[in-house]
């Protein structure tokens, strides 16, 4: 079992920053963040296999969010900057312990409860 408790959702206008943060009891082979707006799909923005380093994001958020690990305090987090309305969503840490496709919600068992995020035009 992996628990995981996000934080740091909030409201700024566009072109603010935003930091969420993703508590876990043990990181997993891969970590990754997805989001939710009203009325659409799921979608994965940031992944980071935690023993290669290695990250992958979607095209709506590259240059603009960073994913992370703090292994001394046990979280992932996501820097988001230069926010845009339409980054508005409820944002969910989740975690695989075994291969992911990374942007694939079915492949993650473990899911936090969600952080909304809303940014203002």
């Known amino acids: 079992q992996v628990q995981l408790v996000e934080s740091g959702g909030g409201s700024v206008p566009a072109g603010g920053s935003l930091r969420l943060s993703c508590a876990t009891s043990?990181?997993?082979?891969?970590m990754a963040w997805f989001r939710q707006a009203p009325g659409k799909e799921r979608e994965g923005i940031a992944a980071l296999y935690t023993e290669s380093g290695r990250q992958y994001y979607s095209d709506s958020v590259k240059g603009r969010f960073t994913i992370s690990q703090d292994k001394g305090t046990d979280t992932l987090t996501l820097q988001m900057d230069n926010l845009k309305p339409e980054d508005t969503a409820i944002y969910y840490c989740?975690?695989?312990?075994?291969?992911?496709?990374?942007?694939?919600?079915?492949?993650?068992?473990?899911w936090g409860q969600g952080t909304q995020v809303t940014v203002s035009s």
């Open positions: 043990k990181f997993t082979y891969c």
């Open positions: 989740a975690a695989s312990l075994g291969p992911a496709v990374w942007y694939s919600p079915a492949d993650f068992a473990y």
